[in-house]
């Protein structure tokens, strides 16, 4: 099995701000890492895939980067509605998930 | 845009059943892959398995001796059975659509909204 660490468990930030959460693999998943956005009420949706790999619709603010064990999901210009739970989630073994991080805007 | 909804009991009992459904809309479920996932309170996501468009499965080994999986191409959903639940199994259930490319971009590309299971007597 591969477990995901992820990081911080919460944050608070202003509009505006660059906020960074990380994802550490038990080991080497070769960038088959992804990100996803869950919101009350709506289904989760992917923010990034493949490690860095925006998908469709998602704001340019969004980015991930990483490679090996290590990554990480970058939202710059943190808008008011980036309120949400953000979790990690690793393909490169059967699925497993990070814990999450909610991200609360001051 | 194609959409999933998924639709349950809410309340099962400890060593029934639990079985739910997932609707897909706007788009055909042959020719994809499908998965359901789950999240217990206080934990985090657990994949739970998926169902390929061959009509193969793949289970969580944690699971995989209650579970299995169903689908009705032409009434457009598929399903999930958990047998013999505890109050372990009490969770928000996910279906989702399960892609897989040629790189790394493997990953679950739609999500419904989940539905609440509650095991208790």
């Known amino acids: 099995d591969t477990q995901l660490t992820q990081s911080p468990p919460s944050l608070s930030a202003s509009v505006g701000d660059r906020v960074s959460i990380t994802c550490r693999a038990s080991q080497n998943i070769d960038r088959f890492l992804n990100w996803y956005q869950v919101q009350p009420g709506k289904a989760p949706r992917v923010l990034i895939y493949a490690a860095s790999t925006?998908?469709?619709?998602i704001p340019s603010r969004f980015s991930g980067r990483g490679s090996r064990t290590d990554y990480s999901l970058i939202i710059s210009d943190l808008q008011p509605e980036d309120s949400a739970i953000y979790f990690c989630q690793q393909s490169y073994s059967e699925p497993s998930f990070g814990s999450g991080t909610r991200v609360e805007i001051k | 845009q194609v959409q999933l909804q998924e639709s349950g009991p809410g309340l099962v009992k400890p060593s029934e059943t639990l079985t739910l459904k997932c609707t897909v809309s706007g788009?055909?479920?042959?020719?994809?892959?499908?998965?359901?996932?789950?999240q217990s309170?206080?934990?985090?996501?657990?994949?739970?398995?998926?169902?390929?468009?061959?009509?193969?499965?793949?289970?969580?080994p944690s699971l995989e001796s209650r579970v299995s999986f169903g689908v009705d191409t032409s009434e457009k959903w598929f399903s999930l059975r958990l047998n013999s639940v505890t109050a372990a199994d009490t969770a928000i259930y996910y279906c989702a659509r399960w892609q897989t490319g040629t790189v790394a971009d493997w990953y679950f590309p739609l999500w419904g909204r989940g539905t609440r299971v509650t095991v208790s007597s």
Not at chain 2, 41 to 60: A, D, M
């Open chain 1, 54 to 57: 925006l998908a469709s619709g």
């Open chain 2, 27 to 38: 788009g055909p479920i042959s020719g994809h892959d499908w998965s359901w996932i789950r």
């Open chain 2, 41 to 60: 309170p206080g934990k985090p996501l657990e994949w739970i398995g998926h169902r390929y468009s061959t009509g193969s499965t793949t289970y969580n």
